[in-house]
């Protein structure tokens, strides 16, 4: 019997995560959530995930410091980040993203299946490393 792939959502918008974990569990995934970075490191500390979704903009630690933060633990561990804010025109936040060791970015508004794609692609690749 095959264990679900386990995924952390980390968005500060209720309804995103909702949404989110509804796609994924319909796929087949096992998903929790947080509303913040802290929390999201309280989840990963009592259950690594196979793959974080992170947002970037958050109030509290932002999707950044939560893509730094599993990076430094887990270098191996695919992270997806998304964002619908892009708060100055100099500044492509979802590429600088990419460049900090995102596995991929979507922006939102994104459809289900852009994000199924990008989870499998994301799980795929991780599986080919381990």
Do not use: C, W
């Not at 025109?89 to 900090?100: E, I, M, Y």
């Not at 508004?109 to 990008?118: G, K, M, T, V, Y």
């Amino acid at each position: 019997m095959t264990t679900a792939k386990r995924i952390l959502i980390v968005d500060d918008d209720a309804q995103v995560r909702t949404l989110l974990r509804n796609v994924l569990e319909k796929h087949g995934y096992a998903v929790r959530h947080a509303s913040e970075g802290a929390e999201a490191a309280r989840l990963m500390q009592a259950e690594v995930p196979d793959l974080v979704v992170t947002d970037i903009f958050m109030p509290e630690a932002d999707g950044f410091e939560v893509l730094a933060t599993i990076k430094r633990l887990h270098p191996d561990m695919p992270v997806i980040v998304v964002s619908g804010s892009q708060i100055t025109p100099n500044v492509d936040f979802l590429h600088l993203a990419g460049r900090l060791g995102a596995h991929s970015v979507l922006h939102k508004p994104f459809r289900p299946q852009e994000l199924i794609h990008a989870v499998e692609q994301a799980l795929d690749g991780a599986s080919a490393s381990e």
